[in-house]
């Protein structure tokens, strides 16, 4: 190795990594180092880019042979975690006086080896002797190899330290701990990993087992608010529907004991009151739509009775089971077509009544012309109307009396198209008021078939019918209250309607029973019974005819006359009943309402 410069100072230059020997016969730990030219610039680009000490890498002790010193054979001590040697080595350069500055300098390669090692139950880092080695500097180049020696021992010591480290902050404590083997045994999962899961199916049915309610994975635990729907859809909606569809029915049953009770007798004293006084006077308007409803059912009525039910019935009833369903479904299109454009047509023929009744004499004849014009319109409106609720109760009818369970299918399969016709619709709570009131249109519409049915057996059923007819007719009147039921309960559910909507419903229609809003009339229950009234008296009818004795026609006009006082004298009690007991229910409603109402404020 070339001789540095007399003027240098003494340095060291601590470079990584082991050397190698070039020798194999040299007896030193470490051969020296090159001293050409390229040695020495390898040194000096190692030198570069080590700016200052760097802790050689800990590698465990793999090579084959090697043994730790101080460990006997058949030592029971924990093995000891193997390092592998860290060498380094320390080149020294130093100048023996000021006198020998232009002399060579010596390099000393000093090994050093380090080992951890158990003592007392607390690992820490011992630093061997440096092995023999060269010098050709006397006594202070051997002091500058041990105090080099002794830093690395301590850099490699802290080096070790787990803080300095950054590993691992556990301390291993006792002998035990100190088997790396062992403790990755114990610790297979120190990095984190994602185990593998068992796959073995008598483990995993265990684990499905104790593992609890696996549906509890899928669906979400409730709170008292869906208790509280729960409860609303089963309980409080179906409770409050019927209850309102029951009070409707009764105002419904009102209107039409009206129409057959009130319309004739107020039409019997404007005569009379025409005859006693000898004075045409111009009709008020409200006698005028008397007069006009009084025409479109005595025609609705004969119009009827030119119909042969029995050519119908039997024409009807030779059809299959899937045309019955198809005919029922097309009548009852129909019946709610008649009845969005009846009222229509009533509301326009009332308006001309007014019109006429407050016309001056110029405009008489013109409005006249309108009036009659407007009452033809709805007698042929109210006419088909009344046909098609014939043709419906005629269809129900060779239902109840088929024998191959027609009714049930029919029954079911319009029943369940009402429900998907609603339910999985967006309804708001004004639409949902107008769906109620024409559930109760249509209950009402049933119990006229029924009566039809009813009739239809009197005249030509043989044998025991009587129980067969209400089985059928209960039966009916059933499956029209749980499919309402049902309809109103996910209506309300889906639109998040709660069930104080139908007590609304049923304060409006107690209103409307005791005229406390005659202005308001948009919420109002409207039904026209003229049809119903004109398949009523058609059925009824030839049950009277069977009632009169055989004899001289004068006898046979007394009979009539006498069964018609007779029925309206008891249709008048009935219409007086009803009225009266309504007007106490909804005034007594009304009442509990408002007491609610003042207590929740």
Not at 405 to 411: G, K, M, P, R, S
Not at 473 to 484: G, T
Request: proline letters at 3%; hydrophobic letters at 45%; glycine letters at 4%.
């Amino acid at each position: 190795m070339s001789l540095r410069s007399g003027g240098r100072q003494l340095s060291f230059e601590l470079l990584a990594g082991d050397l190698t020997a070039d020798d194999a016969d040299d007896t030193s730990p470490r051969s020296l180092p090159e001293t050409t030219s390229d040695g020495q610039r390898r040194r000096r680009r190692r030198s570069n880019r080590k700016r200052g000490f760097r802790s050689p890498p800990i590698e465990e002790a793999a090579s084959e042979g090697e043994q730790p010193r101080g460990e006997g054979k058949g030592d029971d001590a924990a093995a000891a975690f193997r390092v592998s040697d860290l060498r380094s080595t320390v080149e020294t350069v130093c100048d023996s006086s000021e006198a020998e500055r232009s002399a060579a300098s010596c390099v000393t390669y000093v090994g050093v080896e380090l080992r951890q090692r158990s003592i007392s139950g607390s690992a820490r880092v011992v630093a061997a002797s440096p092995e023999d080695g060269t010098s050709s500097c006397g006594s202070s180049t051997r002091e500058s190899a041990a105090a080099a020696a002794a830093a690395v021992a301590d850099v490699a010591a802290a080096a070790w330290r787990p803080e300095a480290n950054g590993g691992v902050k556990k301390k291993l404590e006792k002998e035990e701990s100190l088997d790396w083997e062992k403790y990755m045994k114990e610790t297979s999962n120190i990095l984190g990993e994602v185990e593998r899961l068992d796959n073995s199916p008598f483990r995993y049915f265990l684990g499905e087992l104790y593992g609890g309610n696996s549906l509890r994975s899928t669906i979400a635990v409730g709170n008292e608010k869906k208790r509280q729907r729960v409860y609303n859809s089963m309980f409080h909606v179906p409770w409050r529907c019927e209850r309102l569809i029951v009070a409707g029915f009764f105002v419904c049953l009102d209107s039409f004991l009206s129409l057959l009770t009130i319309m004739p007798a107020r039409i019997v004293v404007t005569i009379w009151r025409l005859l006693k006084t000898r004075k045409f006077l111009r009709p008020n308007a409200a006698d005028l739509s008397d007069y006009g409803c009084f025409i479109v059912l005595s025609l609705g009525v004969a119009s009827l009775q030119m119909i042969d039910i029995s050519l119908i019935y039997h024409v009807i009833r030779g059809q299959s089971t899937i045309k019955l369903y198809v005919v029922y479904n097309v009548l009852e299109i129909f019946d709610k077509l008649c009845q969005s454009f009846g009222e229509d047509v009533l509301q326009v023929l009332f308006n001309s009544a007014e019109g006429l009744s407050a016309c001056s004499t110029d405009n008489v004849t013109f409005e006249l012309m309108r009036f009659l014009l407007d009452e033809a319109i709805a007698v042929v409106a109210f006419v088909v109307h009344s046909f098609v609720l014939l043709a419906q109760a005629i269809t129900l009818s060779a239902c109840i009396i088929a024998h191959n369970n027609a009714l049930l299918a029919l029954l079911v399969s319009n029943n369940f198209a009402e429900i998907k016709s609603n339910v999985f619709k967006r309804v708001s709570k004004e639409n949902l008021h107008n769906l109620v009131y024409y559930d109760i249109i249509e209950r009402f519409h049933i119990t006229a078939f029924l009566l039809f049915v009813l009739a239809q057996n009197i005249l030509e059923a043989e044998g025991p019918w009587f129980d067969s007819f209400l089985i059928n007719a209960s039966f009916v009147f059933l499956c029209e209250v749980f499919i309402d039921a049902i309809k109103h309960s996910f209506l309300a559910k889906f639109n998040e309607i709660k069930p104080v909507a139908y007590s609304e419903f049923l304060e409006d229609l107690c209103k409307q029973i005791l005229n406390d809003k005659p202005d308001d009339r948009q919420k109002d229950l409207t039904f026209i019974p003229l049809a119903p009234a004109c398949v009523v008296i058609r059925v009824l009818t030839p049950v009277y005819a069977t009632l009169l004795p055989a004899g001289p026609f004068i006898w046979r006009i007394f009979w009539i006359l006498l069964w018609s006082v007779l029925t309206y004298f008891m249709l008048a009690i009935f219409k007086i009943l009803v009225g009266l007991i309504l007007r106490c229910l909804a005034n007594w409603y009304v009442n509990l309402r408002l007491k609610r109402k003042q207590h929740m404020d």
